[in-house]
Structure formats: C-alpha cells, structure tokens
C-alpha cells in the first residue's frame, strides 16, 4: 500500500467524505482505540482526549506521516451521549433531544511523531431539533441506522427535516469541522515546510 | 414521461440531492423564468416572489400536481448578490464577502392549481465568512464553477473551509431549507388526504 503523506485515522465514512471535499490527499487507517464513556473528563477535554489516543494508535506505526485523529459526541445536560448501545438507546436518545438545542464537540488531534508535531483542538456547535413524535423517531429507526452514529441521528440524511437550525459549523456535526481543521492542518504544513 | 406526484421545478443539481436526501419522490422540469434583478422589491419579497414565478410556469402546465419553486439570493450590506455575470464579478463578490457575515435567503413557492394551494415561505440563514486571501480566491475561481452560484460559492464544495461559522438551517445555505420546507410540504399533503 502506497501511503499518501497524511493519514485519516478513522473508520467514519462521514469524515472520509469531508476530507475528499476539501481536495486533501489521504490514506484511511482506522484505529483500534475502543472509546471508554466512564472517562471522567470535561466534554471538551474528553473529545480531544480520544482523539489523540485513535491518532496516536496510528500515528505509532507511522511516525513520520501526519495522522488525523477525531472524536465526536454530543452533550445534553451536561451528559455526553455517544453512540446508541441498541434500538431501545437510540429511541430514548432521540426523545430526550426532541425540541431542544444540544451541543456537538468534535476534537481533533494532528500528529507527526518524527517532527514533534502534537496538536490537539475542539468545536462546538449548537443544534436546535424541532419537536419529534414517536412515529418520526420510529420512522427514522426503522429506515436509517441511528447505531453508529453520536446522538443517535445524522445529520446528512433524512433526519435533516428534524434540524430547526444550528449555530456554529455544520461540518462538525458531520464528524470533521472542515473550516478550523483546514486553518490548523494548513498552518502545521507550511511549518514543515519551511527549510 | 410518468409524472411523480411533485414536480421541482429548478434545474439545481443541489436542490435535487436535497430532496432526494429527504426520500422523496419528485420529477424535474426546470422554468425558463429568467430572474430580474432590478425588481424593487425587499430580499425576502424578492425570492418569495421569484420561487413563484418559477412555479407557476411549470404548474401551468401541471395543474393537478404540487410544484416546488425556489430562490435563493445572497445579501450583504442590504445589497442582492445573485450569481457572478463572469469572474472578474465572482472575485468581487466572494472578496466583499470576505470575513464578514452575510445572509441567505431562500424563497418558496408550493403550489397545486387545481386544489388552490398557493404557498410561499422565506428562510433566512446567517453565513460568516474567515478572511480570504486574493490566492485563495484565485484557487477557488480556478478550481471550481463559482459563477452557477448565488454568492459566488457552494458551501459544499471545497469553498467549505472558508466558513467559520452558520447561524440557521444549513441547507437553505445549499439552496433548500429542508427542516421548514418538510413541515410545510407535509401539513399542505396531509390537508389534500383529507377525506
């Protein structure tokens, strides 16, 4: 396998996606870092934390090739909600964020063990839904897969006629916030470049 | 050529994927109506009015079908921001854009002739700009087709990494605000099953 010089360290087709959007130039290694939900961490703190760790599980292997790490949750209450366990989960999860505005945290770490690079950030976004009925949250269950997805909803598929409005980047809902990313990745390359 | 039950009548490709996200079944038959700039009329009358227009045209000739008309216009400064005449005009557009807020106003017309449905709605979504250097403008304009959009941008194409932030629905951005557009499209459905 020929390796591109940047690694996208994750198994999410979304931020695939993301990443092709942007033009970058990338090989997709997901990492085998199981998320551990009883970390007691500061959202924030505890998005960048597993970012790092899913970077760093590639980035070991690949030390001189810069790897991308992300993790996303969402946060009611306070509480963080990641991916549904089962359907009952997903139904529960989607009425608890019914006609409320929630926040979506996506960290991000870019790493590049040979130059020292180690770089950790987060973004947040505030999304409204508008007022669910148990036969939309059915629906959805039914005809889309809530399972692997924080929140329990996507907000790329048909679940966007629930989304009242967002404040902050949509990308980041997707999985990857495109814009502070690209700030960041963009700063670190002209760094390693410089001669 | 067998007619779905509702006719979008706009030749966006985006507007299309849009609908098609939601699951709907939908035929396309784009207007001939050309857009006139010069009309007097405030932003929101403004697409109202043009999102109509487009409909009726095709509604005319499919009276017993529901007909979706849309227009979606760029503004800054109280100034209509419709699609580039040619690149010199993209490059001042997207550079008076540049690190600043503006808002995207789409326009909606949903109509039926023959049960007498005549609807239209606005959506308003608030788009900030990071500052844009003159080669990132030069990179986008090379790069990408800005002059089939309102603005002189596509938020979902590479142009992406230059939003830093959106306050509204991010697909009326795209050219459908998906989230109001279902809720009115399903109450006006639900009122036709009516016995």
Known sequence: MNLKPLILASASPRREQLMNQIGLEFSVIPSDVIEDFSLALPPEAFTEHWAREKAKY???????????????????????????????????MLQSLSGRTHEVITGMSILNISFGIDFTFNERTYVSFKTLSDSDIHYYIDN????????????????SVHIRQIEGCYFNVMGLPLSSFFSHYRSLTNYLNKP
């Open 58 to 92: 590639v980035a070991e292997n690949n030390p001189d090739t810069m790897v991308i790490g992300a993790d996303t949750i969402v946060v009611l209450d306070k509480k963080i909600l990641g991916k549904p366990k089962n359907i009952m989960d997903s139904f529960s």
């Open 144 to 159: 889309y897969n809530p399972l692997d997805k924080a929140g329990s909803y996507g907000i790329q598929d048909w679940f």
